[in-house]
Structures are given as structure tokens and as C-alpha cells.
């Protein structure tokens, strides 16, 4: 599942716009990268997010432990 995070310079609340001129290079929303499964054991894969968006979400304190990516 990849992320389903938006990307960068757009607003998380409708309506989904972006400031800039739309660039597919830089502005490819959803993110789509891989996701995370499980950070330090308990499983995150609900949130759907790469280690990027999880980090941004979550803090980097709570980047700890084994970390686990879909294959």
C-alpha cells in the first residue's frame, strides 16, 4: 500500500490547492512512497504513511526501536 499522504505545499483541507504552479516532479499527491508497518514492535500500518510523513506526523522521538517497511 503506498502512502496516502499529500505531498508537499498542499493543503491538508479541502480545497486540496497548492500555492504553486503544479509540478509532477515535486508536487505527485498522493506521495506514494512505501509505507511503514511497525515501529518498535506495535504496528502503524492503519496510518498509511512513509517514514518521512510517519516522522512528521509522530515526532522523530517516537522514531525508535525496530522499524519495519512493507516489501
Known sequence: MPCASL?????????????MA????IN???????????VNGVSVAAANQCPM???MANGQAAWV???????
Open 28 to 38: 505527485n499527491s498522493p506521495c506514494a512512497r512505501k509505507i511503514v508497518t511497525s
Open 53 to 55: 510523513h510517519w516522522v
Open 7 to 19: 505531498a508537499r505545499g498542499i493543503r491538508q483541507t479541502p480545497p486540496h490547492t497548492s500555492p
Open 65 to 71: 526501536g525496530a522499524i519495519v517497511m512493507e516489501p
Open 22 to 25: 503544479f509540478n509532477d516532479a
